[in-house]
């Protein structure tokens, strides 16, 4: 695998214009790169110009193209396949403190990546601070970086006063993506053209990913949890005519156990606002995209009463998205925190406590089933345990639990099994 | 799809011959019947002739060919996609009480079929009746029906006196894989024969399957869960030169919080001596592909300390495989229950407790992330309950949980990383 296009090729230089658009299914494609042929090209490299782990980004570059998730389906199981075969996956490198940035040359210090970073970072900050506050106790901080290119920062609260598991990850992704899945997202494959010939095989094509996701969920169960994530993606190529794109994805979905119509207001009130600030498009698509993604298949449910999801989005000047995605990670604070202040010290009942648990239990079985970030981190070897810092400290598998009819518990899966147009006409 | 050539078509002859180990690939491949379809063209079929609940013997059907995983693979996110678009899944039809028989027609009542199935009921009846005496509380039974053929019965015990959650399934199959699957595995695909012509599209193979399939999980964390599953297949096709295929597989393997040496020692041994009675090579083959089949990828630890496991078997008569299924299933009292009696009122501290849950939690994400047979049962409509009863009523995540070195944790992680060749050497 080249992967020496991404530890050592020149920083592609990004040119957003609306061209963009056509390139951008590519973008969504991901690779998973040699670790040990990384760690040979990027010795070269300072070691605080922190590097790839791939595993937290792996959820940014996944969401929306059909012909590159197949690709990408094949290719991953090549990866774990070959994975298997080195007899073990190359571990990341934790270090002693999170550094000043986590782009990996001096030539990414400035432009969107410098950007995007420097969004999250203070997103991280600001989001943990008000955490913080709340529960009365500090996150545990790890950070790490990988041999071959990019790095990471998660915060981790467990078994605070209010918060059950709370955590936060930023990261940052330096990769190459395989032929294959760039023929296969721009259809080149099934015209038969650039079948496996020596030249295919040996070019992939690079990206950069970078983005902040999250997880929250508290003790009492009357306090909703909530998840979010923002990110930025780049592809490029050495190669005339090669994939040149770049888009942005994220989102921002609640977790009740027991549904209040005026925090569901609430909660996607300040989502809506948000997106209203930009354009009054975005909060209708981006709320049925999010009903539509977080979605137990097998169970006929939600995981939640959602919020907002959207991915792919290029199709306006960057720095407009850059400011949108900053509102929206903005945004987490004022819609959710108000809730859990106003639940963490609600009474509850030991039925209460297991139907959280529960509910908890779905959650457990969408993250691990369907969440694609979340299945393709494990399987290929990301840190696992950022990867499943989403899963709560504890849940419950009963046999046929079936909730009384008429009762709060039937009401909160009827708004996941049929979640309501509009949350504002109830 | 052609599923009236299940409903309706002729009961195939299966002749047990060594040819059929060639036809025996196409076995594992299994196909997700449109429910509509069978509907339809199993009205005319008697209630009592109890058919399909295809979700529990999906399991039965991907454990050994790449091929014909492959295949699976992509036909079975064709037929999510096409549920999906179906907006919703059939669902079974539950029944007052289980049937004599669950097979479908007078024609199943002799030969391995009939063979199979009083072997799975009488299993599950003396199981069951083990564990009852142990327990002190009695198993929920539930049965159910699909109008499409094959039917099957659970029976759970849930927060018993010794057991969290145990559960034991028995279930019948009828079913068709699709053209495509077969080609796929037979490799005419390659050839480029057969490609997605009409008369290619039509043709469906029918299969039988038939299994038992149980998970117990004790309370005491000292006392550690087993899981078993034995099961029938057969293949078939109206047309002309197409597969017909049977086989037999299964396995019973332990997962233990706590690693007791003599405990693991007689474990593997009852099974070894059963194992030996039919065929001194089997249990070394059978706990080796054990080993390598309960693995957690992402933790790099298998989920327990395994057992025996196989799959594929058809090199030999028919009759002595089943002779050595039952045995096998009958084993499962000897090798277990003891070791329940042994540990059932042991003492145990609150951080023992934890640490079991924190164990369940990789059984979850084993079943969720890797089981075949629960992956696609969930992901293409089978009975979720009766599926996800593997779940423990329970489970744990704890941030980066790290066992303290030279304690019992740790010596439990070390044999599920790196399980001894020989379990009798120690």
Known sequence: MASNLVASGPKPVIQHTKNDLQASCSAKLRSVPSQ?????????????????????????????????????????????ESKAEEKGIEKEEMIEAAPSSLLREEADATGMRASFEKMIREAQD?????????DGTKFHEDAWTRPGGGGGISRVMQNGNV????????????????????RAATGTAEKGEGKSTEQGKAGRIPFFAAGISSVMHPKNPKAPTVHFNYRYFETDSQMEGGPRGWW??????LTPSYLFTEDAQHFHGTLKDTCDKHDEAFYPRFKTWCDEYFYNQHRGERRGIGG???????????????????????????????????????EFTETE????????????????????????????????????????????WEYDQVPEEG????????????PPDDWFAL
Chains 1, 2 share one sequence.
């Open 126 to 134: 600001s989001i943990c601070a008000a955490i913080e506050e709340i």
């Open 308 to 346: 907002v999801f959207f991915d792919d989005m290029n199709d306006r000047d960057p720095e407009e998205l850059l400011a949108f995605a900053t509102d929206m990670a903005n945004s987490v604070v004022p819609a959710y925190c108000p809730l859990v202040v106003k639940h963490k010290d609600d």
């Open 248 to 253: 942005f994805g994220g989102g921002t979905d």
């Open 36 to 80: 040990g042929a990384q760690k040979a090209s990027c010795l070269k490299l300072k070691r605080s110009s922190f590097v790839a782990s791939d595993a937290q980004l792996r959820s940014t570059l996944q969401r929306s193209c059909p012909k590159a998730v197949k690709a990408f389906t094949v290719s991953a199981a090549a990866a774990a």
């Open 353 to 396: 406590k297991e139907w959280q648990q529960i509910r908890r239990g779905r959650y457990v079985e969408f993250n691990l089933v369907y969440d694609r970030g979340t299945t393709f981190g494990l399987k290929t070897g990301g840190r696992i345990e950022s990867i499943l810092m989403s899963l709560p400290l504890t849940a419950r």
């Open 163 to 182: 918060f059950e598991k709370a955590g936060i990850n930023v990261s940052v992704v330096y990769g190459t993506m395989p032929q294959e899945a760039y």
């Open 407 to 418: 009762s709060e518990e039937e009401k909160l899966l009827e708004a996941c099994r049929n």
